[in-house]
């Protein structure tokens, strides 16, 4: 394993006294070949006082976490925890509810179990260059299967909303038997404070491999139930010719796994991910809602007309119950409401009334990132490809580039200092005059400020300058 140098230097003097591991994520990162980017040191054979008289000529040290035997050091402007192995107990209902005392006496073995997955419980020895695996970790990583490391995974709810992410982060499988525990702890979630749903969910959504594997596991968990606006989604029925992969649940999973793939989604800064993501989860949440049998094309078919509006407060809903951020709730609501706009437009394209409008209805979100939510739900239907969507989304995609409105709503030309310019007094009557205006300008009356001006002489009998 590659490692910083001035970490290493500290490794080397934790092993003149003690034994000291590289512990957990990093591993596991390593082992899959991946860079680790945070290293976690566990250190055997050590107290306390021994542990911080190596580690304080080496840098400002951090001690707040002493009583879980835990210390912060930072080296050339990097943070690493170096801990003690410690002894957990249950005290109380939660995922806080322990007592945690370090003991230097600790084998690795006894302190390795009570981590949570058998891939997040190896230790490497950076000193040997070996890997200390006493709950076959490395057969598990192999196979891809997420499997507990000891019964004790029961005391925290927390670890199934981990198996959850990482299942998905990693494209990994669940355990039948960590399956059976993760549902005998249903009940539990209650006790979760939503930072730290919210925390599970991120991670998933912002930096998932195959993010349908969470959903799996939410589902052969019964964990599914705590969030019911994606329960609904399994078995509620879509119409085979339109959608041959099967009910809403599964083609949410495929839309999702598409997603993923998109070189716009990969490049994508988190504040995006997350947005485009929780979009793309929850762009059918109000098909459960309007899902009926209706004669359609000559044959009585599954339909759900209205569901993207059904969807809005749907999402808004979720969002909230999950502690998301309020900044991503506009965006995601926008987009889940208008995800069926090109559906909507005439054979030769939408007008340029109608693109202004969608942008502006979409914002703070884009209709760049209103294209990516269109084409996963497109791609969320294997095998089925549909030109004529293709082309909707082609249409509206050049139509947005011509008008300038891919990646911004459209900003009113006229404000209220061209009113004052032609010597109205400031009152509440301007902002019924500027709305106007901004609807005139959306309808493509004018689409410049000189243009604009004269629009708003004749709104407001005010002569020109050159009368």
């Known amino acids: 394993?590659?490692?910083p140098?001035?970490?290493r230097a500290v490794l080397h003097a934790l092993a003149r006294?003690?034994?000291p591991f590289l512990a957990g994520g990093c591993v596991r990162d390593w082992l899959r070949g991946r860079t680790p980017k945070d290293f976690d040191i566990e250190v055997f054979g050590l107290g306390w006082d021994d542990l911080t008289a190596i580690?304080?000529?080496f840098g400002p040290t951090d001690i707040v976490g002493r009583s879980f035997g835990v210390i912060k050091l930072r080296l050339d402007g990097r943070e690493y925890d170096i801990a003690l192995p410690r002894r957990e107990s249950k005290t109380a209902t939660g995922h806080r509810g322990f007592a945690v005392e370090p003991d230097a006496t600790l084998d690795e073995r006894t302190a390795s179990a009570r981590r949570d997955f058998t891939i997040n419980a190896f230790l490497y020895d950076p000193i040997a260059g070996t890997i200390v695996d006493h709950h076959g970790g490395r057969a598990d990583l192999e196979r891809r299967i997420l499997r507990h490391t000891s019964a004790a995974f029961v005391e925290d709810p927390l670890r199934v909303l981990r198996a959850f992410q990482f299942a998905a982060r990693f494209d990994f499988t669940l355990a039948p038997e960590t399956a059976e525990?993760?549902?005998?702890?249903a009940s539990t979630f209650a006790e979760l404070p939503r930072e730290r749903v919210w925390g599970e969910w991120d991670k998933w959504a912002t930096a998932s491999d195959k993010p349908s594997r969470g959903l799996e596991v939410l589902r052969q968990t019964g964990w599914l139930a705590h969030f019911p606006e994606i329960a609904r989604l399994d078995r509620t029925p879509q119409d085979p010719e339109w959608h041959p992969e099967g009910d809403v649940f599964t083609h949410t999973g495929h839309c999702v796994d598409a997603l993923v793939t998109f070189p716009a989604w990969q490049a994508a800064e988190p504040e995006v991910r997350r947005i485009l993501m929780f979009a793309v989860l929850g762009h059918d949440f109000g098909k459960p809602a309007t899902t009926?049998?209706?004669?359609?094309?000559?044959?009585e078919r599954w339909v759900s007309p209205g569901h993207a509006e059904a969807g809005g407060p749907l999402v808004d809903q979720f969002l909230e119950r999950l502690g998301s951020p309020l900044e991503v709730r506009p965006s995601v609501r926008a987009l889940v409401e208008s995800h069926h706009a090109h559906l909507n437009f005439p054979p030769e394209g939408p007008t340029a009334t109608a693109v202004r409008r969608i942008a502006r209805r979409l914002a703070p979100a884009t209709i760049d990132q209103l294209l990516v939510v269109m084409e996963a739900d497109h791609r969320g239907r294997p095998p089925l490809l549909s030109e004529n969507t293709e082309r909707r989304m082609r249409q509206l995609r050049e139509a947005a580039e011509q008008l300038a409105v891919a990646s911004q709503a459209p900003q009113p030309i006229l404000l209220g200092r061209d009113l004052i310019a032609l010597g109205e007094k400031p009152?509440?009557?301007?902002?019924?005059?500027?709305d106007a205006a901004f609807e005139a300008q959306l309808d493509g009356v004018f689409s410049n400020h000189v243009d604009g001006m004269a629009w708003l002489r004749e709104k407001t009998d005010r002569p020109s300058s050159a009368s």
């Open 427 to 434: 009152g509440r009557h301007f902002a019924a005059i500027l």
């Open 1 to 3: 394993m590659t490692i």
């Open 181 to 185: 525990l993760c549902a005998s702890i």
């Open 292 to 299: 009926t049998r209706a004669l359609k094309h000559g044959a």
């Open 5 to 7: 140098d001035p970490l």
């Open 55 to 57: 580690l304080s000529p």
């Open 17 to 19: 006294r003690g034994r």
